[in-house]
Nanobody, 124 residues
Framework: QVHLVESGGGLVQAGGSLRLSCATSGRTFSSRAMGWFRQAPGKEREFVASISWSGGNTDYADSVKGRFTISRDNAKNTLYLQMNSLKPEDTAVYYC?????????????????WGQGTQVTVSS
């Protein structure tokens, strides 16, 4: 069992930055890929970024590439998402998720544990 708790969301002006954290419990964090997804009102949940179990491989949605950075600290069982140059279209609830495998995926069904989400609102 893996328990995930996101934090760090909030209200920020366009062009600003936020750093999301995802604290995890359970002994399997370091052996799983992790991902960030987001869901805006009225829209489907979408992939944002993923990172392999070791942190050696990362993947980003085109919409956030160059602005967001995913990272992990396996010693602290924590996942991060640094978000820079935020845009109003980044407004959504952001979820962290633990994958079934060591390597990340863009597909929601490849993840079997999810956090409760943290709201990010970017004002124009």
């Amino acid at each position: 069992q893996v328990h995930l708790v996101e934090s760090g969301g909030g209200l920020v002006q366009a062009g600003g930055s936020l750093r999301l954290s995802c604290a995890t419990s359970g002994r399997t964090f370091s052996s799983r890929a992790m991902g960030w997804f987001r869901q805006a009102p009225g829209k489907e949940r979408e992939f944002v970024a993923s990172i392999s179990w070791s942190g050696g491989n990362t993947d980003y949605a085109d919409s956030v590439k160059g602005r967001f950075t995913i990272s992990r600290d396996n010693a602290k069982n924590t996942l991060y998402l640094q978000m820079n140059s935020l845009k109003p279209e980044d407004t959504a609830v952001y979820y962290c998720a633990a994958a079934r495998s060591r390597y990340g995926s863009r597909r929601t069904w490849e993840y079997d544990y999810w956090g409760q989400g943290t709201q990010v609102t970017v004002s124009s």
